[in-house]
Structures are given as C-alpha cells and as structure tokens.
C-alpha cells in the first residue's frame, strides 16, 4: 500500500535533511551535520534506547539510529504524521529521567525562552543520558516568529547545567561565507523559475567550491561558522 501524501512529503524532507542534494543551498552545513550527529550517536554504547526528538515533525536523524531504538516520541506544536504530542518544548507533558537521548535541531532559535526548553530536555533526560542539538549562528531569516542566533561561548552557558558539553562548528569559516553566499542568493531569487534555475546551476557549483577550499583550508578558521552542533551529558 502505498504510504500517505502527507507522509511521503515528510519523509522527503528528513531525507533531504540527512542527504541533501548538492543543489540545496544548505549542502555544507546539513552534510556536515550528519557527520557529527553519526559519530556522536556511534559513541552511544547500549540499544533498546528510549528516544525525545523536540521539534520532530520530520526527524531527519532518526535513521542514523533507528535499530537500536525501542521508543521514539516526537514533540511538536506542528502535527505531522509522525509527531507523537503536540506540545511545547517549554512545557514538556512527559515524565523526569524518561529518555536515554534527547535529539533538538533547528529548533531554539525560535523560541522566546531558549533555557526553558533546556531546562525541561534536562529534567526529562535520563542520569548519563545525552541530548544532541543543533542551532545557528548567523543565517538570513526563515520566519518571523525566530529570536536568536547562537555562539559557542552563550551555548555553553545555557547547558551549564549538563557535563561534558561538546560544541562543534559545522564547517569552517570558508565552508560558512559559501553556505552564506548560496543562501542569500537563494533568497534573491525570488521566483520560482529564477530559483530552480540557480539551484540547479550555480547553487552546486557554490558548494562544491565552497567544500574544497575548506577542506584545503583544514577548517582551521571559526570566526565564521554559521552552524553549531552540540553534545551534553546529563
């Protein structure tokens, strides 16, 4: 039987998240992302896990991880078919110590109250358990309920309260003005025709460049790194 549109079209988002296509205008950070997320989630020892995704209506990273998980709930305030509760992550309806990994991507910088929703990822996690989270540091504006952009130094104060907090760039400096340039250009053209023009012409030709310089430049500089993953540890 063939799955719902309305699914169709949301697992075609998390696909395209997990393994953008080298015409999306965020291929640098996304596939870099991915890198991190795989190696941090490899590094978690046991199976049977009992997974939070806050923000999870497309759960683009759920496959990295997929056969060692017993539960995965969803938390959402859009409901797709793959969200488990509608709620707000400042206001989590699940019980303490309830999850073994707590996975937040994208998803702070449009939140009034950023450490709220910490707060209650950190009540809800597990004794030793982790929480991955992803947020940006500089991007153009995707909507006009957005707050916040993010630098290593303020994340790390708002997850004081976990261990071992790991911030990680997703992509250098040079990787961070390509992904910067193919995102504003996107934005520039603003028809449909005009963009699936450039997307499908320069827009690769942008991130190819923009991945071998970095590559060539080691990734040395951060000044400029519009990404950032995050591990903690409860």
């Known amino acids: 039987m063939d799955k719902p549109p309305i699914l169709n079209e949301v697992n075609r988002q998390g696909n395209e998240r997990l393994y953008p296509s080298l015409t999306n205008p965020n291929w640098l950070v996304l596939r870099e992302r991915r890198r991190i997320f795989r190696r941090w989630l490899e590094e ?81 996690l597990k004794p030793g358990g982790m929480f991955l989270l992803s947020v940006p540091s500089a991007c153009p504006i995707d909507a006009a309920e957005e707050c916040w952009r993010f630098l290593p130094s303020g994340l790390r104060h708002l997850l004081a309260g976990f261990s071992g907090v790991e911030v990680v760039a997703e992509g250098g400096s040079v990787a961070g003005f390509f992904r910067t340039m193919n995102a504003c250009l996107d934005i520039f053209a603003r028809y449909p025709i005009a963009r699936s023009v450039f997307r499908h012409s320069l827009s690769p030709l942008i991130n190819l460049c923009g991945a071998l310089l970095d590559k060539l430049s080691g990734g040395r500089n951060q000044q400029f790194a519009v990404n950032y993953s995050v591990r903690a540890e409860k």
């Open 44 to 124: 978690i020892p046991s199976s049977g896990l009992s997974v939070l995704d806050v923000g999870g209506r497309v759960q683009p990273y759920r496959a990295l991880i997929e056969k060692r998980v017993q539960r995965y709930v969803a938390v959402d305030l859009r409901c797709t078919p793959l969200v488990s509760v509608v709620a707000r992550g400042e206001q989590l309806p699940l019980c303490d110590a309830h999850f073994d990994l707590v996975i937040c991507t994208q998803v702070l910088e449009y939140v009034a109250q950023p450490s709220f929703v910490v707060a209650e990822i950190y009540r809800v």
